[in-house]
């Protein structure tokens, strides 16, 4: 159970969040979407501690974050940020591994590497395990990121564009993986992403911010109506139903 | 890989010994072994001390350059590019005036505190600086030690103190003995609580983002390290003098091959910084026996090439 | 800082600096002498003299420097070429042998040295500028260390040719305007004067020069012969300054920029005029103060240095916002 109760965030001399409320309950995957500035990050980066808050109040399960020892938060909560650009260098293998830091605190035990192993395999990274970061294109790195944050095997997952640098193929095996985690690991996964269509695949929930408030929420079918959607980005779309999924047209 | 580690460990043994034999008086180790005269008089006042001293500094001085690259998120940045040797210094000159009766303890300890508020200015300043160029950052430490450097300059000029200064300024073994050494050990202390802490220290190196949600406390670890390599900065100002470039250039060239883990990498900087610092010492012991280059010469003309290879190697740079 | 709006054109703005040379000058001539004029004037005349030359030298070396990279930052002694000439005086000793260098004339000497920092200085330059765009910051931390490189290099040689001399050659790394060379002091006049000859010839070319590369050329400029042309002079010039003084690495930096902050029609005329002058107005008026009103000997370069230090990051912050 995430409870967000009036959380306002001021960046500068600007209003970015302004008295955001909303509460999920345990498991699925939550999409945040809105346009550019609308205040994405900031949300995700103020639920997951990375900034301070102004006022209101963010818990997990009844682990407040502002009261929660960092270390405890780390093995309830994980986040991937926008940009990750690590100067250090690291093997994809030392990577993941450092993702099970909350858990094994610099001494990776046998369940750790067990764990690790399955990941780099989920995320098809087990055969360039051994090759340093800074040698994989943008799409491996990516991957290496993502796995990382996986690997923490935390009940919440924040990802902030987790499909940046992927193609189609990697980004439909990292949506149905995460699908997957979800549906047999009962972890909830929020993330903001930017196509709309890939969100909605799969997706159970949509919050929908504009200018630091949210104005839409709900479930995916109720959010992707015509007039949610130019309410929230201030476009015209059509949207079509095939196969029983709904379907946002923007491209002409 | 049991042989490997084990023929590392004859390399370093081998320079060691050698080194005990470099130096003006006749000296032959079996000699010092049998009886209990000069011989073994040179050997334990002043040539086992000199060479653990070469051995201490270039490892800790390796380590404090990777600890700082970690804190720092850039591959440029050790205690000359970032204004501590300098700070420290300073701090060395102040407690010269100011106590003149103190001990080398409290010149130490005063010295802490200066390389502290230097690296600390430092990293402030480089939050002002944009990611994306990492060459701005010991651009600006260089910067940053001349100005130390010369505030350092202007106040012994004009207490007299310039020779002292400048002692302190170019690192030199000749003078280490018996008895003005030991606090060099306080190095190796140091090193160990680094690399307990090496796992954090990664992980502060892949960013303040990164390590917060990996549950870190990132300003105490960033702090730990600070006043470790602070610390290691002022010992080594304080007995030996400024040595430029050894905490750039050897954990560069180890992640070259090893990557950056610490936990991995830092045994293997510490054994690459004591052998190359020895055979530099070695060296300058020899080019004009019996006389010889202070250590900070000849790395510094070492060092400055191997870390312009280093600029130019990748052509287009930011 | 000068008020721009209080000078109405460049012109008044090289007026009221001459003056303020020129009263600076006389101040530093005349205060508290005592005893026979003629001798203490002569005496300060001579040292006035050589600060003049050195604020030139290095003024005009540095602003030729900004117009051919086309930056505001970097200068000569920032990219370590006055490091380059101290290690071309000792690599000279060790390779002539003590006695050969001493059997060479004073003037030879010089002559020499000059001869090798203008081909050194111009094989560095192609190496490290006209190979790939390589960025201003990559240079400029390039230069530093290869300043340092060339300053330790110069030490170990001269620690190889006499052991027993301690910081001998740190006196003649550390810059002092007190101990100028005197003696030098005729043919670096005469050498500075001709190199101002073909500066002032093609004073209308540099503006030209300082739009770039392209532009240069596509305005009808023999590119390439004119650059190096300039490098020569350039080159030259860092010899002068620094045989009288030594290197001061930040005093370019600081009246260059000073310049380009206060000319309104930045072209080249005016911008070597005022950098001269301020560059003169900082040596003799810094000097005065420090030698005559404090009474703290030969530190004013220690001092141009940290103010100098602080005005190039005040620099890179300014152009790097974040």
């Known amino acids: ?211 630091g408030k949210i104005i839409v929420q709900g479930s995916v079918d109720e959010v992707m109506t015509e007039g949610n959607i130019e309410l929230i980005y201030d476009m015209q779309v059509d949207i079509k139903t095939i196969d029983g999924k709904k379907h946002a047209f923007y491209y002409t | 890989m049991f042989l490997k580690y084990f023929f590392a460990f004859i390399f370093l043994l081998f320079l060691f010994v050698f080194s005990l034999f470099v130096g003006v008086s006749d000296f032959d180790l079996f000699g010092a072994w049998a009886d209990e005269g000069d011989q073994q008089l040179i050997l334990l006042a002043s040539r086992l001390p000199r060479s653990f001293a070469v051995v201490l500094t270039g490892s800790a001085l390796a380590i404090v350059g990777a600890i700082m690259q970690m804190i720092a998120h ?110 060099l050990w306080l190095t190796f202390g140091l090193s160990l609580c680094a690399y307990f802490i090496a796992d954090q220290l990664t992980i502060v190196g892949m960013g303040k983002d990164m390590a917060v949600n990996l549950g870190l406390n990132y300003r105490t670890i960033v702090s730990l390290g600070l006043i470790i390599v602070a610390m290691v900065t002022a010992i080594i100002v304080a007995t030996v003098g400024m040595i430029p470039f050894i905490g750039l250039i050897i954990p560069n060239i180890v992640n070259r091959f090893m990557g950056d883990n610490l936990r991995h990498a830092l045994p293997v900087i510490a054994y690459i910084g004591a052998c190359f610092t020895l055979i530099c010492d070695i060296f300058g012991r020899l080019i004009i026996y019996p006389y010889e280059v202070p250590i900070a010469a000849i790395i510094g003309v070492i060092g400055a090439a191997v870390f312009i290879y280093l600029l130019l190697r990748r052509d287009v740079h930011a | 800082m000068l008020k721009t709006s209080w000078f109405k054109t460049d012109k008044h703005i ?71 000439y101290v290690f071309i005086q000792t690599s000279l000793l060790f390779f002539l042998g003590v006695i050969e260098f001493i059997n060479l004339s004073g003037m030879g000497k010089y002559l020499l040295n000059i001869v090798i920092m203008v081909a050194l200085f111009l094989g560095l330059f192609h190496w490290l500028f006209l190979k790939a765009n390589r960025s201003i910051f990559l240079l400029a931390l390039t230069g530093i260390i290869i300043g340092i490189f060339f300053r330790n290099l110069s030490y170990f040689i001269f620690r190889l040719l006499d052991p027993n001399m ?45 739009l770039g590369r392209d532009k240069a050329i596509a305005l009808g400029i023999n590119y390439k012969p004119n650059v190096f042309g300039l490098l020569a002079v350039i080159a030259i010039l ?33 911008l070597l005029i005022v950098a001269c002058l301020i560059a003169i107005c900082t040596l003799v008026g ?11 000997q030969g530190t004013l370069s220690i001092v141009i240095e940290c103010l100098g230090g602080i005005t190039f990051i005040w620099i890179l912050l300014r152009t790097h916002r974040r």
């Not at chain 1, 409320?21 to 945040?32: D, E, M, P, Y």
């Not at chain 1, 919440?156 to 699908?179: C, G, V």
């Not at chain 3, 810094?286 to 703290?296: A, V």
């Open chain 2, 74 to 183: 850039n591959k440029f940045v050790e205690p000359t590019t970032a204004g501590t040797m300098d700070s420290a210094a300073l701090g060395i000159l102040v407690a010269t005036i100011f106590i003149p009766t103190s001990s080398l303890m409290i010149k130490m300890l005063i010295a802490t505190v200066f390389a502290l508020v230097g690296s600390w200015v430092f990293l402030r300043i480089l939050r002002r600086l944009p990611v994306t160029n990492p060459l701005l950052v010991p651009l600006v430490g260089i910067m940053l030690g001349g100005i130390i450097g010369a505030v350092a300059n202007f106040i012994a000029y004009e207490t007299d103190l310039i020779q002292y200064l400048t002692v302190w300024m170019h690192g030199d073994f000749s003078g280490i003995l018996r008895g003005r050494y030991e606090m």
């Open chain 3, 166 to 210: 301690f910081a001998v050659l740190q006196g003649e790394l550390f810059s002092s305007f007190n101990a100028v060379e005197t003696d030098l002091l005729g043919i670096s006049a005469v050498i500075i004067g001709l190199c101002l000859v073909p500066i002032y010839l093609m004073r209308y070319k540099l503006d030209i020069l300082a």
């Open chain 1, 1 to 211: 159970m995430i409870k967000v109760q009036n959380i306002s965030k001021k960046l500068g001399a600007k209003l970015v969040l302004d008295e955001v409320n909303f509460s999920l309950k345990k498991g699925g995957i939550t999409a945040i979407i809105g346009a550019n500035g609308a205040g994405k990050s900031t949300l995700l980066s103020l639920m997951a501690r990375l900034l301070p808050l102004d006022c209101g109040q963010i818990s997990f399960d009844d682990l407040d974050t502002g009261k929660t020892p960092s270390d405890v938060l780390a093995k309830k909560i994980s986040i991937l940020t926008q940009s990750n650009y690590i100067s250090a260098r690291l093997t994809v293998l030392q990577l993941v591994m450092f993702g099970r830091f909350p858990h094994h605190k610099g001494r990776p035990q046998k369940a750790d590497h067990a764990h690790v192993a399955k990941i780099l395999e989920l995320m098809e990274l087990d055969e360039i395990a051994d090759r340093f970061i800074d040698q994989l294109s943008g799409g491996q790195q990516q991957r290496a990121y993502i796995a990382m944050i996986l690997s923490q095997d935390s009940d919440y997952i924040l990802l902030d564009e987790p499909l940046n640098n992927l193609d189609m193929k990697h980004a439909r095996n990292i949506m149905q993986s995460l699908r997957k985690i979800a549906d047999e690991m009962n972890k909830s996964i929020i993330l903001v992403i930017h196509d709309i269509n890939f969100a909605a695949a799969y997706s159970d929930l949509f919050i929908a911010l504009k200018d």
């Open chain 3, 14 to 84: 090289i007026i009221a600096l001459s003056l303020l040379a020129a009263l600076l000058c006389i101040l530093f001539l005349t205060y508290g002498a005592k005893g026979q004029w003629g001798f203490v004037l002569s005496f300060r005349g001579v040292k006035i003299f050589a600060l003049v030359l050195i604020a030139v030298a290095i003024a005009v070396s540095t602003v030729l420097f900004h117009t051919i990279t086309h930056n505001r930052i970097i200068t000569p002694a920032i990219m370590g070429f006055d490091a380059l």
């Open chain 3, 286 to 296: 810094g000097q005065f103060i420090f030698e005559k009103l404090l009474g703290l």
């Open chain 3, 238 to 270: 860092v010899s002068v300054s620094t045989a009288l003084v030594g290197p001061i690495t930040f005093f370019g930096l600081l009246v260059s920029n000073l310049a380009y902050l206060i000319v309104k029609n930045q072209n080249h005329v005016n």
